[in-house]
């Protein structure tokens, strides 16, 4: 499968509930992630990520499907064409 670089955004709104199990996830996709930062944005009572992949489609799709399925997880994916 040809491998795309993309940017994928993530706001956790609830950091207590959903933030073991959103880098639970990240983990499983580790192989795919070429660099990550992460800012708690106490103010707003949100944690934002932002994540550099390398990966397929398929793979991209299956990591924004699961952080996505998670209540209180927001997550964008952009990818390049090639």
């Keep these: 499968m040809e491998r795309r670089i993309g940017v994928i955004g993530i706001v956790i ?3 207590e509930k959903a933030a073991s199990r959103v880098n639970t996830i ?5 192989d795919y992630i070429v660099g990550r ?3 708690p944005y106490r103010e707003r009572g949100v ?3 932002a994540l550099i992949v ?5 793979v991209v799709g299956a990591l924004t499907g699961k952080l996505g399925s998670l ?3 927001k997550v964008r994916a952009a990818l390049t064409g090639k």
């Design 54 to 58: 390398d990966g397929s489609t398929d």
């Design 37 to 39: 930062m992460g800012i």
């Design 13 to 15: 709104e609830d950091r």
């Design 71 to 73: 209540p209180g997880v």
């Design 47 to 49: 944690a934002v990520i």
């Design 26 to 30: 990240l983990s499983e996709y580790g």
